[in-house]
């Protein structure tokens, strides 16, 4: 839980960024995109820990955590998948040619 708590506020300090550069006038595409990917991969991670701390419980319907699993894994997917985001990180934040 204490590596979803830190991965969580990573997560939101490049929400920030992005945010802070879209305000600004500023190319936020790379920010914004980073941020997309850690806020999905945080989300999917601390709804792991809550699920795995409740033992066999965090499958119990009276839980209510699967819930939250469905849609923290959407976000891997929709609005844009993490390979895509992956795909323009490489491109435009390392050089490296489009790769589809
Ligand atoms: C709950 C939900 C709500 C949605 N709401 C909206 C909405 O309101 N408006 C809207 O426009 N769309 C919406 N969508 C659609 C969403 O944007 C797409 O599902 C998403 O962009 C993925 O596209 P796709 O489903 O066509 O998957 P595909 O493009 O077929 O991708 C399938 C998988 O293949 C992989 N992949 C795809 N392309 C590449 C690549 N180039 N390189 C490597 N791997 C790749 C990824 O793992 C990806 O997850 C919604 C989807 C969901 C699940």
């Known amino acids: 839980m204490a590596k979803a708590k830190i991965e969580i506020e990573l997560a939101a300090l490049m929400t920030a960024k992005a945010a802070w550069l879209h305000d600004h006038g500023e190319p ?13 991969e945080a989300a999917l991670g601390a709804i792991d820990a809550a699920i795995q701390c409740h033992g066999g419980n965090g499958f119990a319907t009276e839980y209510g955590l699967l819930p939250y699993w ?6 891997r ?3 844009v998948n993490r390979e895509m985001i ?15």
């Open 28 to 40: 936020a595409g790379e920010a914004s995109n980073m941020a997309k990917y850690a806020a999905a």
């Open 70 to 75: 469905g849609l923290a894994r959407v976000l």
């Open 77 to 79: 997917v929709a609005p």
């Open 86 to 100: 992956l795909n323009f990180v490489a491109q435009h934040s390392l050089g490296l040619p489009r790769s589809y």
